[in-house]
């Protein structure tokens, strides 16, 4: 198994991260190698049931842009309808997500999902941002930008000094795990970690969060283009 080493000042604590097999340790930059080694070797066998996990995942479904292709869009599915019109805009009606272009790009695919990508991240904006707004006064909790970012590998995170970000592809899942990522995210204003208190607190608001989670790791194939 071979496992990459980062050193940062930036981290305080040790960290694994595992990708299509491979696996990287980020470690604060002073730590000893000797620490980290028994770091590893205490989760070897978690190393390696996550390895088992994600090559157990689905593959992702590679999308063509054309018409009549399926797209998610809060957990429901729309048909994709490439139209030619006097405005470039797109929007969803009837079931279908419309992008009118004022030029034949129908077969350009880069510019279809450039479009296309630009709508799921003003659609992200304006309901995450309005969604966390409600969750937070509910809360009592003050927090100070909500930002919208492409990740690879998370849906959102909550930095020390209260900004919140989200990955702009959540707005294609369920508005029930939309909420759980909110939920998530504003906790960390309580708890800076993902301590026992910290899960405590997220159970407080969503009882069954845990169903929330696990669907986010299984279905992870949906969200890739």
Not at 25 to 32: E, G, I, R
Not at 58 to 78: A, T, Y
Not at 121 to 136: D, P, V, Y
Not at 178 to 202: A, G, T
Request: with cysteine; hydrophobic share 35%; charged share 35%.
């Amino acid at each position: 198994m071979n496992i990459l080493i980062t050193r940062t000042k930036r981290k305080k604590t040790i960290s694994i991260l595992i990708k299509d097999g491979n696996v990287e340790v980020k470690a604060p930059f002073n730590l000893n190698q000797k620490e980290i080694d028994a770091f590893i070797l205490k989760k070897e066998k978690w190393i390696k049931n996550k390895i088992l996990f994600q090559k157990s995942l689905k593959k992702p479904f590679k999308k063509n842009f054309i018409n009549g292709e399926i797209f998610k869009f809060l957990g429901k599915d729309f048909k994709l309808k490439i139209s030619i019109g006097d405005i470039k805009k797109t929007y969803i009606k009837n079931d279908c997500i419309h992008i009118d272009l004022k030029n034949n790009l129908e077969n350009n695919k880069e510019k279809i999902k450039k479009e296309l990508e630009l709508f799921y991240r003003k659609s992200a904006e304006k309901i995450l941002k309005e969604k966390t707004l409600i969750e937070s006064k509910r809360m009592s909790l003050h927090l100070n930008k909500i930002k919208i970012r492409t990740y690879k590998n998370r849906w959102g995170s909550c930095s020390s000094n209260g900004d919140i970000s989200y990955n702009w592809k959540l707005i294609m899942a369920p508005e029930r795990i939309i909420n759980y990522v909110i939920i998530h995210e504003l906790c960390h204003l309580i708890h800076f970690n993902h301590s026992r208190d910290y899960w405590r607190e997220v159970s407080k608001k969503l009882p069954n969060y845990k169903e929330s989670k696990e669907w986010l790791k299984s279905n992870q194939y949906l969200f890739d283009w």
